[in-house]
C-alpha cells in the first residue's frame, strides 16, 4: 500500500478553505515580500454576469483564509494558468484561455494589485482551446499550445505581445501540455502518451520524440510535464489511468515508468488510477535513496489526481499520499520560496492548504 | 441560504451518505439470515447524523468576548438555521436511541437553541429577552420594571436557568450601598435564585454554565424532585414574605415560585408561544417520558390554549413526528425543506420504528414499482444533475438507487457536453468507477467523431481508438491512404506523418509508417507511368509493387486495391513486366485475399465487383506471356 501521509512520524497540517466558486486553477504568486504572501486563482461562476475571473488573494497565515485583492475577468474561462517573476522582482501571470487567447499580467509587487495587461486575441493564436501556457525562467518568452496543433511562441516586445507560429499540424497532431526545458528548447506531450522535444535551432518539426507504447491496449493524455534545472535532459509526464514517467534523451526508447499500469509487479503500488492532472518536482521531499543520486535518477515529484490523490512518487519508491480526498484535485502549486507549502484546489469548490514539517 | 451554501451541504453531504450505503451493503451481505438491523445499526445511523448535523452549522460563528459583559443577559450564539433545527428534532425522536428515556430534556434544549426561529410574527420569550436587554442599559432600577419580572417569569417557564439567575443578580438588593436596608428581600431572592440553581434535572449530563442537578434514573430523580418540591412550598409558606417591603419584588418571586409548583396558569400567563408551554409542561407538570400518544395530546391541549395566528414549518413538522405520523413527516420536509431534507432524512426516518421503514421501503405499483425512498433519492439527484457544479455527485444517489438508478446514471452521462474535454475525462472516469463501459465507449466514439469534423484529427483518431471503433477508423484509414495516394507533396506528407504514428500503433489496418512510405513511392511511380515521362518508370513502378506486395505490413485489405491500380501494368502491351516468380507471388496473394473474404472479419474494398477478376485474369495473361518468354 502507498505510505498515507497522515501516519507519518510528523503529519503534514491540513486546511480547507472553501470557495463559493469553482476554481479552475491555483497558483502561488513569486514571494516580494517576507511579510504577505499571494496566491492567484482562476475562478468560475456561471451565475455571475462575467463568469471568468482571475483574482490574487491575499493568504492570512494566521487564520488561514484567503481575501481577494484584485481581479481582472479575461474574455472566456481560462484553460491554463502560471506565474513566474520577470527581472527586477515583478510578478507575472501568464493565462491561456478555452477561446484561444493568451493574457499576461503584471502585478504590483507592494499590494498585489494588477497594474497592466498584454494579451494575443484568440484568432490569431489559436483556433479553440489553450491547452497548455508555460512562462521561460526568468519571464522573457511563452510557449502556447493548443487542441488544435499549434505551437505558438509570444514574447513580450515594448508593449505588446508579439508571436510568432513555431509549428501548426493542421489539427492533424493535438498538443495538451508544454513546458520549456531551456532558452532554446521545450517539450510538448500529447496523445497517446506522445512527448516531443522541440528545439528553437532545429524549425520545422520536433527534433525527438517518444510514442509510449508500453502499454498495449492502454493508451492515454499527457497532462502536464516538468523538468528539473538540474536535469535538463529529463522530462516528467504525468497523463491518463495514473501514469507518471520520465524521459530521458539519452535512452530515448526507454522511458522510465515511475507509477501506472505496468509498476504493480515490481511490489511497488501505483498512487493512483486515474487522469494525473498536474505534476511537479518536489524539492521538499528528500529522496529515500541517498546513496545513488546519479543523473539519470528521477527525483522525487508530486502528482494530484482526478479520483482525490495527492501523493509524492519516486521511483522504485512506495509512493507517500499526502491527501486522499472524495473529489478530484484539479490542480496544486509547490511554492518555490518555500516547498513545505503546498496549495491545491479541489473540485467541490474548495482550497486546500498542506503545510508540511 | 444561498447557492454557494446549499452546495457546500451538498457536497459535505455527499461522504456520509456514501458511507451510510456502504455499511448497509455489507450489513446486508454479511447477514443474509437475521435483520440487518442489529444492535449496531443505530450507532451507524447516529454517527451519519452527527456528520450531517456539523455541516449545517454556518460557518462564521462568532469568538466569544474575552471580558464578559455583566449586562449580557442572553449569550451570543450563532445564528441559528431552519435546516438545522428540523434535522435536529428528527435526530432527536428517530435517531438517537440513547436518550429515549430523557426525552423531555432535549426538547427543553432544542426549544432554547431554536426558540427564535419558531414565530416572525407572534412574540415569543426569545424576543421578549431581546427587546428587554436593549431597555436594560436605560433602567435605572430594575425590579422596577414590570417587564423585568415579565421576562425572568417567561425564561423559567422554558428552563433558561442560567438566564433567570443571571437576571436574578442583577436585582437592587445585591448593591452594595442597598445590602444594609434590603436584607431580607436579598435573603428571598438569593433563596429563590439557589432554588432555581438546584432543580433537578432527568439528564446524564448539563453543559458547562447551565444550571440543575443531573439524575439518570428515574427512582434518583423523583426523590430529588420530591425535595426540591417540598423546599419551594416551604419558602412559598414562610414568614419572610410578609417584612419584604418591595411589592414587585414579593408578586414576581412569588409568581416565579409557582411556576417551579408547576401551576398551569402561571405557566401560561409566563409563556408566548403553545410550544414554549408545552416544554413548560415537561419541566414541571410531568417531567416523565411519556408514550408519543400522549404526547400529541398534551401538544393538542397547548394549542388550544395558545392558539397560533400562521404555523411555522418547523412547528408542522415537529407535529407530524409527534403525531408518529411518516407521511406527513415526508410531506413537511419536502415542501418547506427541499429534496435535500427529504433524500438524507429517510435515513433517520426508516430507522425510527418497522413500520416506518415498510413504508419507506417497499416498492409501491403507482410509483413505477420503486419504493418512497428510491424516488426520493432520484429526485435529489435530478436536482444536483441541472446544475453544471453538482452533477459530479448525482451519481452515488443515482447508484444506490436498484430499479431506475442505472438508466438514469446512463443518461446523465450521455447529456454532458463532449466538447470540452476536461468533461469528458471526468465523464469517462465516472464510467470507469461504475464499470460502464458501454456508455463509455458510445461517448468516446461521439467525440472522437466531433473532433475529426472539427479539424482535429488526431484526437478523433484517439478517441476512436479508445472506444475501439473499428469501422470508423477504417474508414478513416481508408481516406488517409487515399489522401496520400492522390498528393504527394513532402509538405503535407510530413504532417500526415504524426497521424500515422497515432494511428499506426494500434489499428491492425492502418499498416505503419514503413507501408505509408512504399505506398508512396508506388504512386508516384503510377502517376510517371501514366505520364508517360520516362521509359523505366514501368520498372520502377514493378519494382515498387512487388516490394510492397512482399512487405509484411501491408496490410491486406490494400493488395486488391493496389494490384487494382496496376493493371495497367499488368497488362503492358510490349512485353510482360512481371517474371514468372514474381506473376507467382502476387498470384498467390490473390489466393490468400479469396480465402481471407471467408473470414468475418474480413473488410471488402470499395472496388468495382469485376476487379478481382480482372486482375487475376491480367495475372494470368502475364504468367502465360512470361513462361513464353523464358
Known amino acids: 500500500m502507498a505510505v498515507i501521509g497522515t501516519a507519518l512520524p510528523d503529519p503534514p497540517r491540513i486546511h480547507r478553505i472553501p470557495q463559493s466558486k469553482y476554481v479552475d486553477a491555483v497558483r502561488w504568486l513569486p514571494q516580494f515580500s517576507a511579510f504577505d504572501r499571494f496566491v492567484v486563482l482562476a475562478l468560475f461562476d456561471s451565475s455571475s454576469d462575467s463568469p471568468s475571473s482571475i483574482e490574487i488573494h491575499s493568504l492570512d497565515t494566521q487564520a488561514v483564509t484567503l481575501s481577494s485583492q484584485s481581479t481582472w475577468a479575461p474574455p472566456s474561462r481560462v484553460s491554463s494558468l502560471k506565474t513566474s517573476q520577470l527581472p527586477g522582482r515583478k510578478p507575472l501571470i501568464a493565462a491561456g484561455t478555452v477561446s484561444g487567447s493568451l493574457h499576461l499580467l503584471l502585478a504590483n509587487s507592494v499590494d498585489a494589485s494588477l497594474e497592466s495587461e498584454f494579451s494575443v486575441s484568440e484568432e490569431e493564436l489559436h483556433v479553440g482551446r489553450v491547452s497548455c501556457v508555460d512562462v521561460m525562467e526568468g519571464g522573457g518568452e511563452f510557449v502556447s499550445v493548443g487542441e488544435d496543433g499549434r505551437v505558438n511562441l509570444v514574447s513580450v516586445a515594448g508593449s505588446e505581445l508579439s508571436f510568432r507560429r513555431f509549428f501548426d499540424s493542421q489539427g492533424l497532431v493535438s498538443y495538451t501540455s508544454a513546458k520549456w526545458a531551456s532558452p532554446a528548447e521545450f517539450v510538448t506531450g500529447g496523445y497517446g502518451f506522445s512527448l516531443q ?161 | 441560504m444561498s447557492d454557494a451554501q446549499f452546495r457546500r451541504i451538498a457536497y459535505g453531504s455527499v461522504s456520509p451518505f456514501a458511507l451510510l450505503q456502504s455499511r448497509r451493503n455489507s450489513a446486508v451481505s454479511l447477514s443474509k439470515i437475521s435483520s440487518p438491523y442489529h444492535v449496531e445499526w443505530w450507532e451507524y445511523v447516529m454517527e451519519y447524523s452527527k456528520d450531517i448535523n456539523s455541516l449545517l452549522s454556518d460557518p462564521k460563528s462568532l469568538t466569544s468576548p474575552a471580558i464578559e459583559d455583566p449586562k449580557a443577559v442572553l449569550q451570543k450564539a450563532e445564528e441559528p438555521i431552519c435546516l438545522k433545527a428540523a434535522w435536529d428534532v428528527m435526530e432527536i425522536f428517530y ?353 472522437g467523431v466531433y473532433h475529426w469534423k472539427h479539424g482535429r484529427k488526431g484526437s478523433g483518431v484517439f478517441w476512436l481508438q479508445q472506444a475501439r471503433d473499428e469501422v470508423r477508423l477504417n474508414r478513416i484509414a481508408q481516406q488517409l491512404f487515399d489522401f496520400v495516394g492522390q498528393s504527394i507533396s513532402d509538405e503535407s506528407f510530413k504532417q500526415w506523418e504524426g497521424l500515422i504514428e497515432l494511428l499506426g500503433s494500434e489499428s491492425k489496418t492502418a499498416g505503419g509508417l514503413e507501408f505509408l512510405h512504399k505506398y508512396r513511392d508506388f504512386k508516384k511511380s503510377l502517376k510517371q507511368v501514366n505520364d508517360g515521362k520516362t521509359t523505366d518508370a514501368a520498372q520502377q513502378a514493378v519494382e515498387s509493387l512487388i516490394s510492397l506486395m512482399k512487405n509484411p505490413s501491408t496490410p491486406q485489405q490494400f493488395w486488391l486495391p493496389i494490384l487494382y491500380d496496376s493493371l495497367k501494368l499488368l497488362s503492358c502491351q510490349e512485353r510482360p513486366l512481371l517474371n514468372v516468380s514474381e506473376t507467382n507471388l502476387l498470384l498467390n496473394k490473390l489466393q490468400e485475399l479469396s480465402m481471407a473474404k471467408l473470414r468475418p472479419d474480413f473488410i471488402e474494398a470499395d472496388l468495382p465487383p469485376q476487379a478481382l477478376g480482372s486482375v487475376r485474369l491480367a495475372l494470368a495473361t502475364n504468367l502465360g506471356r512470361a513462361i513464353v518468354e523464358e
Open chain 2, 95 to 447: 435517531a438517537d436511541k440513547q436518550s429515549q428515556s430523557w426525552l423531555p430534556e432535549r426538547l427543553v434544549d432544542w426549544l432554547a437553541a431554536y426558540n427564535g426561529l419558531l414565530s416572525s410574527t407572534q412574540a415569543t420569550i426569545h424576543s421578549q429577552l431581546i427587546s428587554f436587554q436593549k431597555e436594560l442599559v436605560t433602567l435605572q432600577v430594575i425590579e422596577d420594571s414590570p417587564k423585568y419580572w415579565e421576562v425572568l417569569s417567561a425564561a423559567l417557564a422554558v428552563g433558561w436557568l442560567d438566564v433567570v439567575v443571571k437576571m436574578l443578580r442583577l436585582h437592587g438588593s445585591y448593591q452594595l450601598d442597598q445590602i444594609g436596608n434590603r436584607e431580607t428581600e436579598n435573603g428571598l431572592v438569593e433563596a429563590v435564585a439557589v432554588l432555581i440553581s438546584k432543580m433537578p434535572r432527568l439528564r446524564p449530563e448539563l453543559q458547562a454554565g447551565t444550571l440543575g442537578e443531573c439524575h439518570r434514573a428515574k427512582p434518583d430523580f423523583i426523590k430529588a424532585w420530591e425535595k426540591w418540591r417540598a423546599h419551594i412550598t416551604k419558602l412559598d409558606c414562610s414568614a419572610y414574605w410578609v417584612r419584604c417591603d418591595h411589592d414587585q419584588t414579593r408578586k414576581g418571586l412569588r409568581n416565579m415560585l409557582q411556576i417551579m409548583l408547576g401551576n398551569t396558569n402561571s405557566l401560561c400567563t409566563a409563556t408566548c408561544h403553545w410550544m414554549e408551554l408545552y416544554i413548560a409542561h415537561f419541566l414541571y407538570i410531568r417531567p416523565f417520558t411519556v408514550g408519543l400518544e400522549s404526547m400529541y395530546s398534551l401538544a393538542r391541549k397547548c394549542m388550544q390554549l395558545k392558539p397560533m395566528t400562521i404555523s411555522h414549518r418547523l412547528i408542522q413538522l415537529l407535529l407530524g413526528i409527534i403525531g408518529d405520523n411518516t407521511e406527513v413527516v415526508l410531506a413537511e420536509c419536502s415542501r418547506a425543506f427541499g429534496p435535500w431534507m427529504v433524500a438524507h432524512a429517510i435515513e433517520l426516518l426508516a430507522s425510527g420504528s418497522d413500520q416506518a421503514e415498510t413504508l419507506l421501503r417497499e416498492e409501491h405499483y403507482n410509483l413505477g414499482g420503486i419504493s418512497i425512498e428510491e424516488l426520493h433519492r432520484l429526485v435529489y439527484a435530478q436536482v444536483l444533475s441541472s446544475d453544471a457544479l453538482t452533477w459530479q455527485i448525482a451519481p452515488i444517489y443515482l447508484t444506490s438507487c436498484i430499479k431506475q438508478g442505472m438508466g438514469l446514471l446512463e443518461i446523465l452521462l450521455s447529456k454532458q457536453p463532449v466538447q470540452d474535454v476536461q468533461i469528458l475525462l471526468k465523464v469517462i472516469e465516472i464510467c470507469r468507477l461504475y464499470e460502464l463501459d458501454s456508455v463509455s465507449s458510445n461517448i468516446m466514439k461521439i467525440a
Open chain 1, 197 to 357: 522535444w522541440w528545439d528553437q535551432r532545429k524549425p520545422g518539426g520536433v527534433a525527438s520524440q517518444l510514442k509510449g507504447n508500453w502499454a498495449q491496449r492502454m493508451s492515454g493524455i499527457v497532462q502536464s510535464i516538468d523538468i528539473h534545472p538540474s536535469r535538463k535532459h529529463t522530462c516528467l509526464a504525468g497523463g491518463s489511468l495514473g501514469t507518471v514517467f520520465a524521459w530521458d534523451l539519452r535512452w530515448q526508447q526507454q522511458p522510465i515508468i515511475l507509477s501506472g499500469i505496468g509498476v504493480g509487479e515490481d511490489g511497488t503500488h501505483p498512487a493512483c488510477e486515474s487522469e494525473v492532472w498536474e505534476v511537479q518536482y518536489d524539492r521538499h521531499t528528500k529522496s529515500t535513496n541517498t546513496g545513488n543520486i546519479s543523473s539519470s535518477r528521477v527525483l522525487p515529484a508530486m502528482i494530484c489526481s482526478e479520483d482525490g490523490i495527492l501523493a509524492v512518487v519516486e521511483q522504485d519508491a512506495e509512493p507517500i499520499e499526502l491527501l486522499a480526498e472524495p473529489c478530484a484535485i484539479n490542480s496544486f502549486d509547490i511554492d518555490r520560496e518555500n516547498p513545505s507549502d503546498v496549495i491545491c484546489s479541489l473540485e467541490w469548490e474548495s482550497i486546500v492548504l498542506l503545510t508540511r514539517p
